[in-house]
């Protein structure tokens, strides 16, 4: 058994709206996830589910209402602050949007070298080596030719390479991205996808991304990782690349897996997709318990309106939470 | 089949204070009565351009240069802007691009329909109005009672874009171009939108024109597929033929990088490099500094659009008329 780099327990994410903030809606709600040291996790969901929550959590940008975050096996709940400060570093947060995450009047060595000298108190010749290495690292090539430009001088996928970059100067073994391809030109997406993908396969980075695109996460996954799928707050299906995508269970995985766009136009043009009963996100209070897709879903039954469905284990590393199609 | 429009020669530019942008650079193609054409490119690469170029909506430091768009043997680039008018919205309708953003945000939905029909000077009653924006919203799969009486803000980011697709069916036009109708919507409402369009299309058999980032959601809809980099048009074929027998080294590029459900996760494959800067376009073939193909003659003369067989254009040096040149 590998070593579990990053655990969420029991987290659950309350925010307060309203001119008294005493209206609440519930967010997250009881998140169990586990990651092994050097494995890959994609979350997939649509906009309103949660991702980025759950994202800015387990980066610790952000606190759970309830539950607790485990790194490297220590709770953040009761870590002290030398501790916190050697434990920060090891993980790090890539943003979505490379166009607003960089500073736009530091120069690309600046934007790596500054928190090189923080993290690992670099000078000199050293640095000026280790910022050449990190920019070579995510294909910023030739690294000196980029020293001296700023970062409106790149492409969204240059940008989003360089975010990485700075993302590597505190030697993280965690990497949290979300949505890092939503933002980029198609062409380059690949790429993006590519590169982290190395940089876990290389360096044994643990990376955890965030994503709505299915067929990306299948990219990211096919070859080890697992996926999980969020629904209102709650994951509805974890499991492998393979399980969750060849063999989908809960019925929102198999709407979104039917609906991704398909690269082939004969069977494109005659597919049918079932249409769901709502389209909306589900609107969740503390006290809800129900199966967040029991809105839209064709196929609940009344147990679905009443309790909500725990992760079942269904199948060697497939697990789902349906009442309907557990079995 | 009958050629519905033609566009030929066409160039806009943007003026900037660093120059000029070369968004839209010698683009000629025809569209055919009801079919579905996408045109696909990536950011900046002026595929907006196209057909704000075309409708003559381009923002306040957009110029065409040259070009023509003809349309029932009128050019409309030339036309008065009365007679354009007349054609606007009754023939040809846009559905611009953000449409979250596009309806007035102080206005019921009703109101947008009514602001139409007079700006067309439509003289129908109130209750003829409402009868026949229902019938357009159900036509859209949304319910008309629900949706004609509220503010945007009351609807969701899949309903805006399908009530503004509904506002420009309100005078039946037979072209409906659409900048961007899928993006920034979730995976399940693109699927959705989708699946409106090619019913829309087969049932009132009108022409579309869409413009689009995502070359999957062309497989889907499309008959024939543009391809435009950095300002030019670099391939037009069927769509199965794009996705068959790509010609051009984007196209090829473009179709091995899609992350698709059902690819062959292990043919997936960037195209390396970055996308032109429109302000100081590479010389010669735009796509020459990514190409893997790239000859002298790349660097210095650009490619012109050349017929290889009925229907499949392309512009590439690798290609002549009628066959491979290597």
Redesign the interface.
Known sequence: MSEIAIRAQNVSKIYSQGLFRKKYKLVLDNINLEVKKGDRLVIIG??GMGKTTLARILSNLDVPSFGEVYWFGTSLKDVNGNEYKHLRKKVQYVHQDPYASLHPSKTIFKIIADPLKKCQGLTGRKLEEKVYELLEMVGLTPPDYFFNKYPHH?????RQRLAIARALTAQPEILIADEPISMI???????I??LLKDLNDKHNITVILIL?????A??FT?EKGEIAVLYGGRIVEKGSSEEV?TRPIHPYTK???????????????N???EQ?RS??PPVRLPETKNCPFSHACNYFVDKCLSVTPELEKVNTNHYVACHVFKD | MNCLLKVSNLKAIYLVREGTIKATDDVSFEIFENTAAAIVG??ASGKSTIIEAMTRTLPPNGRILSGTVEYKGKNLLQVKEEELRTIRWKEIALVPQAAQQSLNPTMKIIDHFKDTIEAHKINWSYEELVKKASEKIKMVRLNPEAVLFSYPMQL?G?MKQRVLIALALLLDPKILILDEPTSAL???????IV?LL?ELKRKLNITLIFVT?????A??LADNIFVIYGGCLVECSP??E??KNPKHPYTK???N???????D?SK?????G??PSLLNPPSGCRFHPRCEHVMDICKEVRPPLVQLSDGVKVACHLYKEGGYRR
């Open positions: 649509e906009s790149l492409s969204g996928g240059g030109d198609m062409s380059l997406r690949a790429a996808i590519k709505h695109d299915i067929g990306a299948r990219y096919y995508i709407v979104l897996i039917s609906s991704s766009p398909i690269a082939d136009p004969e069977l494109a043009k597919r049918e997709i769901l389209y909306d | 990536e950011s969701s899949g979730d995976v399940l409402t693109q699927a959705h699946q090619k980032h995502d070359i999957a959601v497989a889907e769509t199965v794009i996705f590029g473009l179709i990088s899609i992350m698709a459900i059902n690819a996760m997936i494959k960037a195209i390396p970055d996308p």
